[in-house]
């Protein structure tokens, strides 16, 4: 059973910077891709960036490009997502999911997911 298990959220002010991470258990992720998703109060789930586990390709969202950086550490099962420049619009539970193949910016075909972490931006 594929477990995610997200952390490093938290208050932060506009400008300044977190590093959540994501560590994954319960297969070999070989040939998958992991990615973040934030979802915002009242709003649809969103794509924020995704990462191939063996490739390490990654993509990411408009909104966040040059300031938000994914990566991954394969011995230590863990993906990182490490957050510059912060804005208020980030605000957001951010999670991260599975999901078999190649990094898709988008929720459908990711099967697994962590509980979230909260990340909240200050003005």
């Known amino acids: 059973q594929v477990q995610l298990v997200e952390s490093g959220g938290g208050l932060v002010q506009a400008g300044g910077s977190l590093r959540l991470s994501c560590v994954a258990s319960?297969?070999?992720?070989?040939?998958?891709?992991m990615g973040w998703f934030r979802q915002a109060p009242g709003k649809e789930r969103e794509f924020v960036a995704a990462?191939?586990?063996?490739?390490?390709?990654?993509i990411s969202a408009d909104s966040v490009k040059g300031r938000f950086t994914i990566s991954r550490d394969n011995a230590k099962n863990t993906v990182y997502l490490q957050m510059n420049s912060l804005k208020p619009e980030d605000t957001a539970v951010y999670y991260c999911?599975?999901?078999?193949?190649?990094?898709?910016?988008?929720?459908?075909?990711?099967?697994?997911w962590g509980q979230g972490t909260q990340v909240t931006v200050s003005s």
């Open positions: 990462i191939g586990w063996t490739s390490g390709r990654t």
């Open positions: 999911a599975t999901r078999p193949g190649l990094p898709l910016p988008h929720v459908v075909g990711y099967d697994n």
């Open positions: 319960g297969r070999t992720f070989s040939g998958y891709t």
